[in-house]
């Protein structure tokens, strides 16, 4: 009935059988598999629904635009349906792969023009067919466009997995395949600016470039740079040497979809015209014959997985550390298509203008700086030897073992801090958390990482905190990071109470800047709500640092120092309060529980403290609000600074990087202000908690003179 | 893909368009199956109308179309009965030719003449069409073509009203089932958009059908489909939540029957579902007037519960979050002290 419908496909699972794997992504499985009933060769995608914390609304749409379409260039899914927890999607399956798959296996340089040719115009006709039914695309690049043994070519993977590019969990859920920034126009760069089936047109025109280099123009950068030079440089195209073997027909086309200007670029139809594709040989004849001496894709798929395994595993190579990287920064996904600011500002901080260069500067850094750290350590363990303290601490660390290392630390540091107010030991468990350092790596990783990622932006301190932390990186970068600003953490490990330090310090680093508002709001106002669920004396202690390890936001030190630098804080914390109000009885509503023989004095403390905790959080508003002012000259000097840091070498991009810049200024003071109103809105309910306490304190008071009265009266 | 043999002829005016789809239309009826070679003709003459409907309604990419030509052609079509036509006859059109009329449906529906949208006053004069287009989703070809109408027909509140309350309204717990998940995710957004579009309309409903709805509702909740218990239970924390249905949600949390369902997505193996389920289950606990029944289980099982909140969201939820389950885990121990203090 459906004129050119599909056969119909059961929804049952044990109709298909599951071969190989041949594609895989972030949430996402490919299987080449057998549908039973018809013994045909089909693929089934498999996603794994729950690890898309979205709702399930962009996959329905996905779901559906890909059965509602019918077109012999685009895969079309026959029907899909839900196993368990993971969507099940049947596809025809296209036997030799994608595009990228194949320049990987065996055309590392890209291909030739006429292959590049037949394939494009493949491509070019899908587009046109989805652009006339009002789909946009959104991720057309060398990946997606999928090959068949005859030579048939399919634009493919409408993202099913879109939803992991969408909302929710951004960070960790996006996918490697989808919407990568080589490939995106630069109006969807630009939050703010709409975008339209225009951006497929610059996607395609990428992947023309993509096609006959293997590799897409920008790919070798982390995404934010991709991103500036994506919207800044001249638009990418065929004019290297290189490219001398190109015609010029081929160098026009893609130089008419490379215009910036969206309104400027053909529309799918029109470029379907275009000279360049006149002459295009049928895929079965340029096509086909690519793939003829290699083996089944699955066999490739396989290699390829190995290969890069075993690049993931030389993780301390630099140039595959490097590669893995942009693999981890591309999962995290710069992904316009659903722009994160928050996101973007992270990378901004990230953006290096050589790669390899700093690669090796900071090498050279790290050396001297772990020379430097070498003695200090053998220092401070004679100096630590010599007081029986020492011993003391030591036992310390043994008896609170369970307690995670990086949460130690700071417990420690405050032992160190209460216990020792002799300044001759103080100076020397000063030194003693240094050396504590040495000891315990992966304790100061979490805090210098996320230092040095906010201060040296080495994408290198970004991988370590976000996936597994290795010891030996993780050194080397605290290493780095002290000798950068060993000034500036001496002062850190041996004052922590100077409570000014923190907010002047932050907007030299621009650390406020970095932090997300969601972060802001909370941090600020409740570092110390237990986030891990610890609920013993530990807790406030523990708290700042599991800030630090769950942000991924680099200013949480701020925090730490905020906290550390007031004592009233610790214990006039909401959280804290709370939990007293359960162990004692007293503060609960008198009708309910009708406990007016607690005397009020037990209340006052809290009270105090509450009025205490309220005028801290009016200074930090003071604070923050000269951060404010602070961090916005801060930045100026350090866009001053930025050219003669960045190496000479960089390639000119900063005066095209100055208006930018303003933008990205623009948008983190709009920042700011969102956290300030958010910050006014807390105190705001402090005071109104504060207030309530009071009722009940004179509630109670009054209560317990009536029992007075009665019990004089008695 | 040129449509240029039609526009070479002389463009029809409205009324005669609307006049000679519906022709086309009637013409399928007086042939026989058998007729194949007559059959065809007639299924091209019908999808060529639509296709010319389609451009005067949306224009053809280059040329705009002519608001007067539009305001006309839906005049004509609903004057004409065509809009029962396109609704009956979806099912043996061709896979291009429904999605062309789906898209001419939609522009129609929101064209106002004259001050009046008479497509939907159409429809109201026909709400039998309304229940045609809800059975459309238990077949597979036409289901997403005619749910798609169907969301277009519900942003209207007298048209949602009325599916609410009519006993179409019941095969939606069915069709958010099926296997395929294409329909039945099509399926439950139009049901989402149901209980959620139109407030007031829904408090109605639930409040005179309270019990037979949330019966329902409950095997959704417990279905061994795991897209149907995580859509369902977000569903359910989107329209109970709403401050139009506090009351429906304050009867709701005084339930045991409810709160045991809540306790068990709480220890679902999809960590989504717990999430979703807490925020439900929230709701029971943080009730300032919890019935004594819940409050009894909720001490019952408060060993149980602190630990599994406790393990809740480990990573990667917000703090408020953290803040809320806190606040919850408070209330379930001081419950619990209050219970074992009582009996």
């Keep these: 009935m459906g004129g050119g419908g599909p056969r119909n496909y059961s929804a049952n699972p044990n109709d298909y059988k599951l071969l190989e794997e041949v594609g895989y992504g972030a949430s996402a499985t490919v299987y080449r598999a057998i549908y039973l009933p018809y013994n045909e060769v089909i693929a089934v995608k498999c996603l794994d629904l729950d690890r898309c914390n979205s709702n399930l609304d962009d996959i329905r749409r996905e779901a559906q635009t890909m059965s509602l379409i019918d077109h012999p260039n685009v895969i079309k899914s026959f029907c899909s349906f839900v196993v368990e927890n993971y969507l099940w999607v049947v596809m025809p399956f296209m036997a030799e792969g994608s595009c990228l798959h194949l320049m990987k296996i065996a055309y590392p340089d890209g291909f030739e023009e006429s292959a590049i040719c037949s394939m494009l115009k493949e491509t070019l006709k899908a587009l046109e067919y989805l652009h006339r039914h009002g789909h946009i695309h959104r991720d057309v690049k060398a990946g997606n466009i999928l090959l068949d043994t005859n030579g048939a070519v399919k634009l493919g993977d409408f993202g099913v997995s879109a939803c992991m590019f969408d909302s929710g969990d951004r960070q960790r859920s996006r996918n490697t395949f989808v919407g990568t920034p080589c490939w995106m126009a630069p109006e969807v760069l630009q939050p703010g600016t709409g975008y339209d089936f225009k951006a497929d047109i610059w996607s395609f025109g990428i992947t023309a470039l993509e096609l006959a280099h293997g590799h897409a123009p920008f790919s070798k950068y982390p995404p934010m740079k991709v991103l500036l030079m994506t919207i800044q440089n001249a638009p990418p195209g065929l004019d290297y040497d290189r490219d001398k073997k190109f015609s010029k027909s081929f160098k026009e086309m893609v130089a008419m979809c490379l215009v910036k200007d969206q309104t400027k670029r053909p529309t799918a139809e029109k470029l379907l015209k275009h000279s360049f594709f006149k002459n295009a040989k049928s895929p079965e004849l340029s096509v086909k014959k690519l793939f003829a001496d290699l083996p089944p894709l699955w066999n490739r798929v396989k290699a390829l997985q190995l290969k890069d395994a075993a690049q993931l595993a030389l993780k301390r190579m630099p140039s595959s550390e490097q590669e893995a990287l942009s693999q981890s920064e591309y999962q995290r996904g710069v992904s316009a298509w659903n722009f994160d600011l928050e996101d973007l500002k992270l990378q901004a901080s990230l953006v290096q203008d050589d790669d390899e260069i700093q690669e090796i500067k900071e090498d050279d850094d790290t050396m001297k700086a772990y020379m430097n750290y070498k003695e200090k350590s053998v220092a401070l363990q004679y100096a630590g030897k010599s007081t029986p303290r020492k011993d003391s601490i030591a036992s310390e660390q043994e008896s609170v073992g369970e307690v995670p290392v990086a949460e130690y630390e700071i417990k420690k540091g405050k032992d160190l801090e209460s216990s020792t107010p002799d300044s001759d030991h103080w100076e020397k468990n000063g030194l003693k958390k240094n050396a504590s350092k040495t000891e315990l790596p992966p304790l100061t990783s979490e805090r210098d990482a996320l230092l040095a990622k906010s201060r040296t932006q080495t994408p290198k301190a970004r991988q370590s905190q976000s996936g597994p932390l290795m010891a030996g990186a993780v050194l080397s970068h605290s290493a780095s990071e002290r000798v950068r600003s060993s000034e500036r953490s001496e002062i850190e490990n041996q004052q922590p109470g100077d409570k000014a330090h923190p907010v002047r310090r932050a907007p030299s680093f621009s650390g406020p800047l970095m932090l997300p508002n969601r972060a802001s709001g909370n941090s600020l106002s409740a570092p110390i709500k237990s986030s891990g669920g610890f609920k013993d004396s530990l807790d406030d202690k523990s708290k700042p640092n599991l800030v630090q390890i769950k942000g991924r936001f680099s200013v949480t030190s701020e925090n730490v120092d905020l906290v550390k630098g007031s004592p009233l804080r610790k214990s006039a914390s909401v959280g804290e309060w709370l939990i007293e109000s359960k162990q004692m009885p007293p503060s609960q509503p008198p009708k309910e529980l009708g406990l007016n023989n607690v005397p009020a004095s037990v209340l006052m403390p809290h009270l105090q403290n509450l009025f205490q905790q309220t005028s801290i959080q009016q200074d930090l508003i003071v604070n923050l609000l000269s951060s404010l002012q602070l961090s916005e000259a801060g930045d100026c000097s350090e866009n001053g600074k930025l050219s003669p840091l960045q190496r000479p070498e960089n390639n000119g991009i900063v005066e095209a990087a100055v208006s930018e810049r303003e933008k990205l200024l623009l948008v983190k003071i709009s920042e700011l202000q969102a956290r300030m109103i958010n910050l006014t809105d807390e105190l705001t309910a402090e005071k109104l908690k504060y207030w309530q306490l009071q009722q009940r304190l004179n509630a109670m008071s009054s209560c317990r003179e009536d029992g007075d009265r009665r019990e004089l009266e008695s | ?343």
């Design chain 2, 1 to 343: 893909m040129s449509f240029s043999f039609f526009k070479a002829s002389r463009p029809k005016t409205p009324s005669e368009l609307a006049k000679t789809v519906k022709d086309s239309f009637n013409a399928l009826d007086s042939i026989t199956v058998a007729e194949v070679k007559a059959l065809e003709k007639a299924m091209e003459e019908v999808e060529k109308n639509i296709v010319a409907m389609k451009v005067m309604l949306a224009g053809d990419g280059e040329v705009e179309p002519n608001p007067d030509q539009v305001a006309q052609l839906t005049l004509e079509v609903c004057n004409e009965d065509v809009i029962a036509l396109f609704i009956h006859k979806l099912l043996i059109l061709g896979w291009e030719a429904r999605k062309n009329l789906v898209h001419c449906w939609s522009i129609m529906l929101k064209q106002k003449v004259d001050s009046t949208y008479c497509c939907v006053q159409y429809m109201e004069n026909h709400l039998e069409l309304l229940d045609f287009l809800v059975v459309c989703y238990d077949n597979k070809e036409i289901a997403m073509h005619c749910g798609g109408m169907l969301r277009e027909c519900i942003k209207l509140p007298s048209l949602a009203k009325y599916i609410l309350e009519s006993p179409s309204f019941g095969l939606f717990f069915k069709f958010v089932e099926l296997p395929n998940f294409d329909v039945a995710s099509d399926a439950f957004s139009t049901f989402k958009d149901l209980l959620t579009k139109h407030e007031s309309a829904v408090s109605q409903y639930l409040t005179n059908n309270y019990s037979e709805f949330f019966e329902q509702y409950e095997k959704l909740l417990t279905s061994p489909n795991y897209v149907t218990r995580r859509q369902s239970l977000k569903l359910l924390s989107e329209f109970l939540l709403e401050p139009p249905n506090s009351l429906i949600m304050k009867r709701y949390i005084g339930e045991v029957s409810h709160l045991k369902v809540m306790m068990n997505l709480l220890k679902d193996s999809s960590k989504n579902i717990q999430i979703s389920a807490f925020h439900i289950f929230k709701v029971f606990v943080a009730n300032p007037n919890k019935p004594r029944e819940i409050k009894l289980i909720l001490a019952k099982n408060h060993e149980g519960l602190l630990a599994l909140l406790n393990n809740l969201g480990k990573g990667g939820e917000d703090d408020q979050f953290e803040e809320e389950k806190e606040l919850i885990m408070k209330e379930i121990e001081k419950v619990s002290r209050l219970a074992n203090l009582e009996s």
